[in-house]
């Protein structure tokens, strides 16, 4: 059980795409879900955390315009980078939890901006 | 602050037991997790110890938490090439959220 799948596993896309990244809690109901952000050879930064219906908490230094999220049920999760340049090139990983249990990660988006 | 700190390589032969260390400077953790990432994919949940426990054992890993020491380490038995990854070690304190805070990893390497 804890199944976490995320969609799409690799995008490519032109500079100023927005792209929209979903993550979905197969097996159970996520009361949390996180998304982070990886670069290579390095550790995870969290992002943001959201709760099902109330608005995502974004940690220091990451721009909510900029990194889009929305939790409408408590098995799906979005996070829509708007219009994308190289430097938002990364790994995202996001992680749902139900209460009192562990986070249980999807297997990452590749996301390379042309 | 916190603060998790992993060594960033580890190289092992083929049979022998792997010890990975991590230490962490908050002593009000309250759970304190292993995860494996392969290349490529996300992060697979291996095992987790709450605060109030010494050790715990599944089949072949093996979690030791010495909390005077803050020091977490995992160790896994007949270590196998199938165990090349990179492992991170991980606490939470926020009961509500449950925020990780991760080490920066560390590359299993499995010898021949």
């Known amino acids: 059980g804890a199944v976490v799948s995320q969609h799409p596993s690799w995008v490519i896309c032109k500079s100023g795409t927005s792209v929209k990244i979903e993550c979905r809690s197969l097996d159970f109901q996520a009361t949390t879900m996180f998304w982070y952000r990886q670069f290579p050879k390095q550790s995870l930064m969290l992002m943001a955390t959201?709760?099902?219906?109330?608005?995502?908490?974004?940690e220091q230094g990451v721009e909510k315009d900029k990194f889009l999220i929305n939790h409408a049920s408590l098995t799906l999760s979005t996070l829509t980078v708007t219009s994308a340049h190289p430097e938002d090139s990364s790994f995202y990983i996001c992680?749902?939890?139900?209460?009192?249990?562990?986070?249980?990660f999807g297997d990452g988006t590749r996301l390379s901006i042309l | 602050g916190e603060d998790v700190e992993q060594s960033l390589f580890l190289s092992v032969r083929e049979g022998d037991s792997s010890v990975i260390n991590c230490t962490y400077t908050d002593s009000s953790s309250t759970y304190l997790y292993w995860y494996k990432q392969e290349p490529g994919a996300g992060l697979q949940l291996l095992t987790y110890?709450?605060?109030?426990?010494d050790m715990k054992q599944d089949q072949r890993l093996t979690v030791l938490l010495n909390k005077k020491d803050k020091h977490l380490s995992l160790r896994i038995a007949d270590t196998q090439t199938g165990d090349s990854a990179i492992y991170f070690c991980a606490e939470s304190m926020d009961q509500g959220a449950q925020k990780l805070v991760f080490g920066q990893g560390t590359r299993l390497t499995i010898n021949p």
């Open positions: 992680s749902a939890r139900r209460s009192n249990q562990p986070q249980h």
């Open positions: 959201s709760n099902e219906g109330s608005k995502a908490t974004y």
């Open positions: 110890i709450f605060s109030n426990m």
